[in-house]
């Protein structure tokens, strides 16, 4: 049911946004060196902050997919239900500076990307 | 912008770090931290990165000599339960703080019983010394 399978291997981050998901969030693959990463937080409240402008991307109630503009920068959001939300914030040198994406197992992959990164 | 971060950070790691103590990490949400700390959500992610990027300087911020004995026990009991086992960089952090602070598990089993209101709330050495 997530909208998003997440990886975390020994060097990277990467987010695959699953079924058709990927069609609308133009989206099959995104990739980040894990020194890129600031962390990750599972974050339901997200629901009501502002999203900034969609371009490009669908949104409906509950579900939204693609890049959204706030603040000077670019967000990803592929949300379907945000009970599973998390937020992974990336640093200057990615083109996004926040991804909200839906997962199956929001605490799983929280640890898991935050203690990726605190490995020597 | 000419705003004075610094004691705005300070400000808001304070108030996530009360907000820790009392409700532990996991239970800690980020509408919590948001409620506490006054600080916008986005403000949040922008200077912290992440709840962890923002326990992560909760225990720098005890660790500083400031900061009561008892708040930094309660922090690093936190960390300890909820953390610590899985998670390198709070490990490292809090085998820092028992160093610097000569942290004994005496002092943290004290801790944790006065925090359930079971034994008084002086420290083993402050009991010697009287």
């Known amino acids: ?120 | 912008m000419g705003r004075p971060r610094q004691f705005e950070e300070r400000g808001a790691v304070a108030a996530a770090s009360a907000v820790f103590c009392q409700r532990g990490y996991a239970s800690t949400s980020v509408d919590h931290l948001v409620d506490a700390t006054g600080v916008h959500r986005g403000s949040l992610y922008g200077v912290f990165g992440s709840k962890h990027g923002l326990f992560l300087r909760v225990l720098d911020a005890v660790d500083a000599h400031d900061s009561s004995s008892a708040e930094r026990l309660d922090v690093i009991l936190v960390g300890l339960l909820e953390l610590a086992p899985t998670d390198p960089r709070v490990r490292e952090r809090i085998t820092g703080l028992l160093e610097a602070h000569d942290i004994t598990a005496e002092h943290l089993g004290s801790r944790l019983l006065a925090r359930a209101g079971l034994s008084d709330e002086r420290l083993p050495d402050e009991k010697e010394s009287t």
Do not use: C
Request: hydrophobic share 40%.
């Open chain 1, 1 to 120: 049911m997530s909208s998003n399978r997440v990886t975390v291997t020994p060097e990277h981050l990467v987010v695959e946004p699953v079924g058709l998901t990927k069609l609308w969030s133009f989206t099959r693959r995104l990739q980040f060196p894990l020194e890129h990463v600031r962390g990750a937080t599972f974050d339901p409240g997200m629901r009501d902050e502002p999203k900034g402008w969609r371009g490009p991307g669908l949104g409906l109630p509950g579900r939204l997919s693609g890049t959204f503009h706030a603040d000077g920068k670019k967000q990803f959001w592929n949300i379907s239900g945000y009970e599973r939300a998390i937020v992974i914030t990336l640093d200057a040198a990615e083109k996004f500076d926040r991804l909200v994406i839906t997962v199956d197992d929001p605490d799983q992959v929280v640890d898991s990307v935050n203690s990726a990164l605190g490995a020597p």
